[in-house]
């Protein structure tokens, strides 16, 4: 069985192009045969909630992927790109992914 991948998208950032992030990390997941199971969108407010609900999901699925179009999907929160890295792996033992660097 593939391991499970899922793709994190802040809707702020993704200028309308949510249909073609998606596919290009479905592509990527593919590629590194990983199965993509969803996308977590979060709000253009960017509160962090869909990434509590992502970090949740990896531990209910007991999942340790996660892709994101660009790293900078994951700047802009309250809490800076590192830390939020850093949660992923601390608390789901999750390996971050990127379409783009």
């Given at each position: 069985?593939?391991?499970?991948?899922?793709?994190?998208?802040?809707d702020d950032l993704a200028d309308g192009h949510c249909a073609e992030m998606e596919d290009a990390m479905s592509t990527l997941a593919r590629a590194a045969g990983?199965?993509?199971?969803?996308?977590?969108?979060?709000?253009?407010?960017?509160?962090?909630?869909?990434?509590?609900?992502?970090?949740?999901?990896?531990?209910?699925?007991?999942?340790?992927?996660?892709?994101?179009?660009?790293?900078?999907?994951?700047?802009?929160?309250?809490?800076?790109?590192?830390?939020?890295?850093?949660?992923?792996?601390?608390?789901?033992?999750?390996?971050?992914?990127?379409?783009?660097?």
């Amino acid at each position: 069985m593939e391991a499970l991948i899922y793709g994190y998208v802040r809707d702020d950032l993704a200028d309308g192009h949510c249909a073609e992030m998606e596919d290009a990390m479905s592509t990527l997941a593919r590629a590194a045969g990983l199965c993509f199971a969803a996308t977590f969108h979060e709000s253009t407010g960017g509160d962090g909630t869909a990434f509590a609900e992502l970090t949740r999901e990896l531990l209910r699925a007991d999942a340790h992927h996660v892709v994101v179009p660009s790293l900078d999907h994951l700047a802009g929160q309250t809490i800076p790109r590192d830390i939020l890295i850093a949660k992923l792996a601390q608390d789901a033992a999750a390996r971050l992914w990127t379409v783009q660097g």
